[in-house]
């Protein structure tokens, strides 16, 4: 039998804050708008990015890391996004964040693990 979430429902308030999305793929670009849009200052992190993220200005609030990983990469992070196409490096993602207590969501099938959970999108 799988152990049952329950979940809490919120909207944060992200203005100003500093955000990181790991992962450089569609499913990053979704978090990393929905962050920008909520004014959320955001780090993207990965070695390899689609076009479309790469498009989106840094006058916006966005930085880019092309590399991998680092745990030091949550210096300063209200909110993480394990966004990669590697489960073993989510897993590490979220172990990190919770040495840290930060808050951390995957987006793979490790998201039971994180602290919370987002819709695929919004508007």
């Not at 076009?51 to 890391?65: A, K, M, V």
């Not at 590490?92 to 919370?116: E, Q």
Request: glycine letters at 8%; one cysteine or more; proline letters at 4%.
């Amino acid at each position: 039998m799988t152990e049952s979430k329950v979940t809490y429902p919120i909207h944060l308030l992200l203005s100003g804050r500093r955000c990181l999305v790991v992962g450089g793929g569609a499913v990053a670009y979704r978090k990393v708008c929905g962050l920008l849009a909520a004014g959320a200052l955001v780090t993207v992190v990965a070695t390899r990015m689609t076009p479309e993220l790469l498009s989106l200005d840094e006058r916006s609030g966005i930085s880019f890391r092309q590399r991998a990983y680092q745990a030091g990469d949550l210096e300063s992070m209200t909110l993480v996004f394990a966004a990669t196409d590697d489960p073993a490096l989510n897993a590490a993602i979220i172990a990190d964040c919770r040495k840290k207590g930060i808050l951390c969501c995957a987006v793979d099938h490790h998201w039971p693990s994180g602290d919370f959970i987002t819709p695929a999108g919004f508007h």
